[in-house]
């Protein structure tokens, strides 16, 4: 015999393990994904940190330089390479254990992660502490470094259901050598 009670709290009780799993699976590789983006600096894998650039911000930017993706990607790379030789890297962490969960006003859920970096640049020891913001877009974690206005307007342009949101602002401290 039918029973619309148990059929309704049953379907209900599949929705809510559904969502749960989907959220755990969703943060597995978030995790996965914050590893393989320390290891990719740490390492100065340069093709491997591009990959986490999300592609409708380089589509925005190859269009405001009036290139095409694959010559925005040549010198993104070569950018980052130079500047990588001139940084002596001592840490870069993503703190996941204290990332600000929230979500946009059109409901795409994000992730602001605590992020610290020491390194030496031009013989100057700092620390930089920023945010990350860590997102899905077509089933693919990308994280974007969102501590300066430029980025922070670049992105938004990208995605502007991120118009209404409000972004930390990284710090830079000087330490001892």
């Not at 029973?3 to 929705?15: Q, R, S």
């Not at 993503?94 to 059109?106: F, I, P, Q, Y």
């Not at 997102?135 to 502007?160: C, H």
């Amino acid at each position: 015999m039918f029973n619309f009670k148990t059929t309704v709290t049953t379907a209900l009780m599949f929705l809510l393990l559904s969502i749960s799993a989907s959220n755990a699976t969703d943060n597995t590789t978030l995790k996965m994904s914050i590893l393989e983006f320390e290891n990719a600096i740490e390492t100065k894998n340069v093709d491997s940190i591009l990959n986490f650039m999300p592609p409708k911000v380089m589509m925005v930017l190859a269009q405001k330089l009036n290139i095409n993706i694959e010559q925005l990607q040549t010198a993104l790379k070569d950018a980052m390479l130079n500047s990588m030789a001139s940084i002596t890297m001592f840490s870069f962490k993503m703190d996941l254990e204290r990332a600000v969960s929230n979500e946009t006003g059109t409901g795409r859920k994000y992730f602001l992660i605590p992020t610290t970096n020491t390194m030496t640049l031009e013989n100057t020891k700092v620390l930089a502490k920023s945010q990350t913001l860590a997102f899905l877009d077509g089933g693919t974690w990308y994280l974007v470094r969102i501590s300066e206005d430029q980025q922070i307007q670049l992105f938004k342009t990208a995605y502007p259901e991120f118009d209404n949101v409000t972004f930390p602002r990284g710090t830079t401290e000087l330490l001892e050598n």
